[in-house]
């Protein structure tokens, strides 16, 4: 009898383990769909009728919400594709002329990710007080960028590390350009890598808000500093209604992440 006991046990125990994990990380996360459901005007479960009526504020542009998701979506990707860009030609330069000073190169680009975002924050205001690039799209998108650019070093990096560089030296003994080197043999193979890096940039800028807080006013004001301000005033139940929709978007890009990419990769193969 113990000995089936304990093979229950090692079979079920993890799974219960892990199935209690989950729920206690997304059991919270679904509380928000109900509650901007809700017709009162503060957060509360919908008991007097469901009501689409804080869906309907995030249309509205003087209620304040688009514009700042069209803010954040405009920075983040712009914000994604230079950090991206940026990352990508350090990381192969890096990885062609391997030496000391890529290495301290890497270090300092890198430091965004050791150093503590509010003492970032502190010296980027100085900084950007001085270049008149205070509440600014430019100031913004800037920061954001060297942000991200971390993310996207280590996961190009992690691409060209399985990258032979033999390959490499082969195409040049033939004859091929650098143009045709990087085209035909480099990029395809830190492709998975590149998308990646360009995933977790715009991740990085959307959901940036303690650098944004210190070096944006009222000029520009993207979705996470909006929800912060929206916290500060009163607690708005448009708040569950923009986690609902960040929410189903998600689900969706995970679920075409399921679908197309591995059918596109079954195709492939």
Not at 194 to 200: F, M, N, R, Y
Request: with cysteine.
């Amino acid at each position: 009898m113990s000995t089936r006991l304990r093979r229950i046990g090692e079979r079920w125990l993890p799974w219960t383990v892990a199935w209690l994990l989950l729920a206690f990380l997304f059991v919270p996360v679904l509380v928000v769909v109900p509650v901007a459901l809700t017709a009162k005007d503060y957060l509360s479960l919908p008991t007097s009728g469901i009501s689409l009526q804080h869906f309907a504020s995030l249309a509205d542009w003087r209620a304040g919400w688009l514009p700042s998701i069209l803010t954040s979506l405009g920075i983040a990707l712009a914000s994604s594709v230079v950090a991206t860009g940026v990352s990508a030609a350090f990381a192969i330069g890096a990885w062609v002329y391997a030496g000391r000073w890529p290495s301290i190169l890497r270090i300092i680009l890198l430091s965004p990710l050791i150093v503590p975002p509010i003492i970032y924050a502190v010296g980027m205001v100085r900084l950007w007080s001085k270049l008149s690039l205070l509440d600014s799209w430019l100031g913004v998108t800037v920061v954001h960028v060297i942000l991200a650019m971390p993310l996207a070093i280590l996961a190009i990096g992690a691409s060209l590390s399985n990258l032979d560089p033999r390959l490499v030296q082969a195409a040049r003994s033939l004859g091929a350009r650098p143009a045709t080197v990087f085209g035909k043999v480099i990029l395809p193979n830190i492709l998975p890598g590149t998308i990646a890096g360009a995933i977790l940039a715009f991740i990085v800028s959307w959901d940036e808000i303690t650098v944004t807080l210190f070096i944006t006013s009222r000029r520009l004001v993207t979705l996470p500093r909006k929800i912060w301000t929206s916290i500060a005033d009163a607690v708005d139940p448009a708040l569950a209604a923009i986690a609902t929709v960040m929410l189903v978007v998600t689900i969706v890009c995970l679920l075409l992440r399921m679908t197309v990419w591995e059918r596109l990769a079954q195709r492939r193969s």
